[in-house]
């Protein structure tokens, strides 16, 4: 007799205290919110879902030691104990000397931005991010992408999509020179990419390059534990490493970093700046001050910092960050039993539906990937996001962008939801996918000036 062979189970490293009750919605109730939220999933009221994939992005679940660390809150206006608990958190477990704590990431790419950004400078990075690049442009400066052309393909399984191409790099040093360039940045997870890692070996061959010519590395840290996850499993030399080991040496290689808390540092919200340079950190610490709070709070209470810092240390364990990744990579697999067309390899932080290939008769400036974000929301009252043509934008000069992936996200909150829900997830697209020759595309009647996929409203193209 054959038996199916036992698959070691990425089970949760944790139990289940308290639950949220979900309001179930019909197709009648959820064609109405839909309706009134213009076809944006960002205009959705939260009321109106059932399973909400929108974001990773503040939407984790405390945990029982994290609750406790709030009644810890030391709110005084200076000086926090809790600030100083942070700031020993993030330089032993992350490594960089310096913290200034903002209300979250792009508090911290704000201040960054402004600090070391001329006008007319050049900022190379592995694929560019939302806000990541606005901060840049609004510094004066050009963001150009030095990611490896295999990020930029759904079905190319390259274990480290995440990677810089260094060609591409030194050809952009030699065109404009080193002293235009104030530093790379680097993600680790490149978000844009569908969660894709950067290698040790690509980073410290970018630290080898880069300290030839003097220019600094900023690496956005928001899903660091994710990145170190993959290089433990898909990196020679790593798989006896502890992800803690892993996420120190990745920063190593960095001048500083910005971090967006609300992501693997499993707080709803929360972020900071860390540098080594202690120039750079007097600015910035005297900066903060006029954007975001006093350099000890940086617009957080002070339970906040500390929940970030317990929750900084549930994040580097590694039961934790295989878990979770295990969790996605459930439901990507699910997905790809019915077919639906993802981003291959699967990302650490949630499934990109490839939506150029999903609804391959509506054209790019027709919204693909918002019209399927829309549908699938109407199919079971389950939330995800557009990141495609809308996320991408305008350029300065009022062009669109138009990139390469058109995706939609299902982005998994941490520590939030079963492995029914992700059943139920999969088999919503899978029934979208069943009947997507029917679907039609969108028009764009409002756009926002910036960040537009947050508040654009679209309406429905004729049948
Ligand atoms: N990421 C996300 O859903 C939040 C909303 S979309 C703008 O993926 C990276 C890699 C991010 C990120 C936010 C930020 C900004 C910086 N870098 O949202 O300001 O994924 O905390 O961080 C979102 P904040």
Redesign the pocket.
């Known amino acids: 007799m054959m038996h199916t062979p036992i698959k070691k189970s990425w089970a949760e490293p944790y139990k289940i205290k308290m639950v949220e009750l979900l309001k179930m919605t019909t197709k009648a109730q959820r064609k109405k919110a839909l309706l009134e939220a213009g076809y944006n999933t960002f205009l959705l009221r939260s009321e109106d879902l059932y399973i909400d994939l929108?974001?990773?992005?503040?939407t984790s679940a405390m945990s029982d030691h994290q609750w406790a660390g709030m009644m810890l809150g030391d709110e005084a206006y200076a000086g926090s104990r809790n600030f100083y608990h942070l700031e020993e958190v993030v330089r032993n477990i992350y490594g960089y000397k310096y913290l200034v704590p903002t209300h979250?990431?792009?508090?911290a790419?704000n201040i960054l931005s402004k600090i070391l950004i001329k006008k007319g400078d050049i900022i190379p990075g592995n694929m560019y991010?939302?806000?990541?690049r606005l901060h840049q442009e609004l510094a004066g400066g050009k963001f150009e992408d030095i990611i490896i052309d295999e990020a930029h393909d759904p079905e190319n399984e390259f274990p480290f999509k995440g990677n810089v191409d260094l060609d591409k790099l030194e050809k952009l040093i030699k065109k404009h020179g080193a002293a235009k360039i104030p530093y790379i940045s680097i993600?680790t997870s490149v978000?844009m990419a569908g969660g894709q890692p950067i290698s040790m070996k690509n980073l410290k061959e970018l630290r080898t390059l880069t300290n030839k010519h003097g220019i600094r590395i900023i690496h956005?840290m928001?899903?660091v534990a994710e990145n170190a996850h993959f290089i433990q499993q898909r990196e020679k030399g790593y798989q006896h490493k502890s992800i803690r080991d892993i996420v120190k040496e990745i920063n190593s290689y960095t001048d500083g970093a910005?971090m967006?808390?609300?992501?693997d540092a499993l707080v709803n919200i929360g972020?900071f700046l860390a540098v080594n340079e202690w120039d750079v950190f007097e600015e910035a610490r005297n900066m903060v001050v006029v954007y975001e709070g006093l350099h000890t709070y940086g617009g957080l209470a002070g339970r906040d910092m500390e929940a970030m810092a317990i929750g900084i240390m549930e994040s580097i364990n590694d039961d934790h960050i295989h878990a979770r990744v295990g969790q996605v990579v459930y439901l990507g697999e699910k997905m790809i039993s019915y077919g639906v067309p993802i981003v291959k390899p699967i990302g650490g932080h949630g499934i990109f539906v490839d939506a150029k290939k999903f609804l391959p008769h509506i054209p790019q400036d027709q919204f693909p990937a918002q019209t399927l974000a829309a549908e699938v929301y109407l199919d079971s009252g389950v939330r995800t996001?557009e990141r495609g043509v809308v996320s991408a934008g305008r350029k300065a000069n009022g062009e669109n962008y138009y990139p390469k992936l058109e995706l939609v996200r299902f982005?998994i909150p941490r520590r939030v939801y079963t492995q029914a829900h992700m059943d139920v997830i999969a088999e919503s697209t899978a029934r979208v996918y069943e009947r997507r020759h029917k679907i039609n595309g969108l028009k764009m009647i409002y756009e926002p000036k910036y960040?537009r996929f947050?508040q654009a409203r679209f309406e429905q193209l004729p049948k």
Do not use: I, P, Y
């Open positions: 929108l974001t990773d992005s503040g979250q990431g792009r508090g790419e991010f939302t806000t990541t993600a978000n956005d928001t899903r910005t967006s808390a609300k992501k972020g996001m982005t960040l947050f």
